[in-house]
């Protein structure tokens, strides 16, 4: 056996592109998944009956159903019924979003229920509103208690990027592809994607671990 | 001042408050006593909303906050309550702990917020200690500076929910000394203690509740001296 990267090396702005787009990709879902999952889990804690609903189907529906059959959906068959066609990374960005949404609001729920009670009654009890109350003091707890899911996530999204290349967005998987149409190499491209892609997910578990010693800079601070 | 007529609360099927009636002036300061589960919290808490009652109402200043029109915030803001686990927020400074309300709820510029935060650092005796984490402090300092939290809101009335129960023997009297030299400045105080001794002290008035119920209400001398229903006589033979 013989390994010759040559291929890798000559269609070298192949993978740049698509190591941009992945990176594009996650960074964009990442935040609207991020706001509509916090979004979602207070929907899920609300007082009102079928506000909760709601938030338990969506995500019962977006974790019941695979990812690639969701992006299909969207790309393939909402324009059908809706008239409207998406670009691919339209599509790819809806799809993320919604799908991480339901992720990130079951650990955001979960999050937010383990803050302490007594939280919740010493801002009542200075006379705090519930949105001031919500975003400055207890999502800021609950974050510290899910910072490491929350990062989970974030690295399943990275790879999950990689289902985009199903329906012809040029990221990393698809610009290995061309790779091999073009030089008849399989190994070389895939595994230099792969090392990519772990790089990409070592550099987000440093940067979390980080933010991770940040958030938590109270326990420390004199 | 505040003023509990026939007041009920059910948690489910347990019926905590069985007619609660009674009345706390101005700068007066009342102590409720009693075993533990009589309802003495339920009662000080029916007082800032965070129960709100079954059935009867509550007045405050001569309004009833029981009406749903009510805007639970404003009475919350004139009612300072500290709490048995203290309740500072983890992840913000003492300082910042003291400003959050101020400047959120009533408004009050930077400046002004931290230099009345300031002031009542000085009063608990904990200057030092303006930027420190909540994290960093003993229990003793923890409840001094919830007590300083709820004062800069500058309440007209001072909830205090056992406020030395969590704490290290040793630790109890700095606190202590704290709410004697408020209950001197003339703030209307409702206080939930199991420290006799400091409720005999500072109290205008003890009210002794068991099972829901007030069964006593008299002046200190009055209640520890000789009380008048046999069940206090019990309950004060055992913590005495």
């Known amino acids: 056996m013989k390994l010759d990267f040559s291929c890798v090396w000559q269609y070298w702005p192949f993978l740049y592109h698509g190591a941009i787009l992945t990176l594009k990709m996650t960074a964009i879902c990442a935040v609207f998944g991020f706001l509509l999952g916090v979004l979602l889990s207070l929907v899920k804690i609300s007082k009102w009956k079928p506000l909760v609903w709601f ?34 990374t339209q599509s790819g960005i809806l799809t993320f979003s919604l799908n991480s949404a339901a992720y990130i609001s079951e650990i955001f729920r979960g999050g937010i229920q383990a803050v302490d009670k007594g939280q919740y009654e010493a801002a009542q009890s200075l006379g705090i509103g519930y949105k001031d109350m919500m975003k ?25 990027t990689s289902i985009l290349s199903y329906i012809g967005a040029v990221e990393l998987l698809r610009a290995a592809d061309q790779i091999t149409v073009m030089s008849f190499r399989f190994f070389e491209p895939y595994l230099v994607i792969a090392l990519i892609y772990y790089i ?9 671990n980080r933010l991770e010693r940040w958030v938590n800079r109270s326990d420390r601070a004199a | 001042m505040i003023e509990l007529r026939n007041v009920y609360k059910n948690f489910g099927k347990l019926e905590v408050l069985k007619g609660i009636n009674f009345l706390i002036e101005k700068g007066q300061v009342v102590t409720l006593i009693g075993p533990s589960g009589s309802g003495k919290s339920t009662i000080l808490r029916c007082i800032n909303l965070l129960e709100s009652p079954t059935k009867g109402q509550v007045l405050i ?7 749903p029109k009510t805007d639970v915030q404003v009475i919350r803001k004139n009612i300072g309550m500290v ?20 400047l959120r709820v009533n408004k009050r510029t930077k400046e002004e917020a931290e230099g009345k935060a300031m002031e009542l650092l000085k009063l608990v005796g904990l200057t030092e200690k303006a930027n420190a ?12 500076i919830a007590i300083a939290r709820a ?7 001072m909830l205090f929910d056992e406020p030395t129960s969590a704490l290290d023997p040793e630790m109890v009297k700095e606190v202590l000394e704290v709410i004697k030299e408020l209950a001197h ?20 008035r003890i009210c002794f509740i068991d099972e829901g119920l007030i069964l006593e209400d008299s002046t200190p001398e009055k209640f520890f001296g000789e009380p008048k229903t046999e069940r206090a006589r019990a309950f004060l033979e055992k913590v005495l």
Do not use: W
Not at chain 2, 133 to 144: E, I
């Open chain 1, 136 to 160: 400055d003091i207890i999502l800021p707890q609950a974050i510290r208690h899910i910072l490491p899911s929350l990062v989970n996530e974030a690295i399943a999204l990275l790879k999950e």
């Open chain 2, 185 to 204: 400045t003339g703030i209307t105080m409702a206080l939930v203690t199991h420290e006799m001794g400091f409720a005999r002290e500072v109290s205008d």
């Open chain 1, 55 to 88: 938030g338990r189907l969506y995500t019962s529906i977006f974790r019941g159903t695979p990812l690639l059959v969701q992006l299909c959906i969207v790309h393939f068959g909402l324009p059908q019924l809706l008239g409207v066609t998406f670009s691919t």
């Open chain 2, 133 to 144: 984490y909540p994290g960093k402090l003993s229990g003793g300092q923890k409840q001094r």
């Open chain 2, 61 to 67: 200043e001569g309004k009833d906050i029981t009406q």
């Open chain 2, 83 to 102: 709490f048995q686990h203290f309740n500072l927020f983890p992840h913000m400074t003492v300082m910042e702990n003291m400003t959050y309300a101020p």
């Open chain 2, 151 to 157: 004062l800069a809101m500058e309440p007209k009335i």
């Open chain 1, 200 to 208: 990409f997910v070592m550099i987000l578990s440093a940067v979390a």
